[in-house]
């Protein structure tokens, strides 16, 4: 585990954004989960899985805010781990713009600053990579 002192100030920032896209992730899957939002008003076949799909996305959440910790304490795998989920993550917020929705922008942002920040030499150096 490596130390507050060690810690560039540029993994603060990625294990922070970690931290609110997992926290967006857990209202959007709490909203989903508990029907806040009357999917069925909208998609009547689809009502049926918001429960399932809610849980789902708050299950992404959770995985974003283990990850934000890892970062945070320098553990080696959370760097693979966060290469991988933000890579998947970027390439559905392309595909969703893709299919006309722009609700993916803000997190497809935030997951290309953090692959940027993740491969540079500093950031690599502190996970041991």
């Known amino acids: 585990m490596s130390s ?19 926290l967006f992730f857990l209202a959007g899957g709490i909203v989903m989960a508990l029907g806040i939002i009357d999917i069925s008003a909208h998609v009547p076949e689809m009502a049926e899985y918001a429960a399932l799909g809610g849980g789902i996305v708050i299950l992404i959440g959770i995985i974003y805010l283990v990850i934000a910790g890892g970062m945070w304490n320098g553990w080696k795998i959370m760097w693979y781990i966060g290469v991988i989920v933000n890579g998947l993550s970027l390439i559905m917020g392309i595909a969703t713009i893709f299919v006309g929705s722009f609700v993916g922008i803000i997190p497809l942002v935030i997951d290309a600053i953090i692959l940027y920040y993740l491969f540079r030499p500093g950031v690599k150096e502190f996970f041991g990579i």
């Open 4 to 22: 507050d002192k060690n810690r560039p100030v540029v993994i603060s920032i990625v294990a922070i954004l970690n931290f609110l896209i997992g």
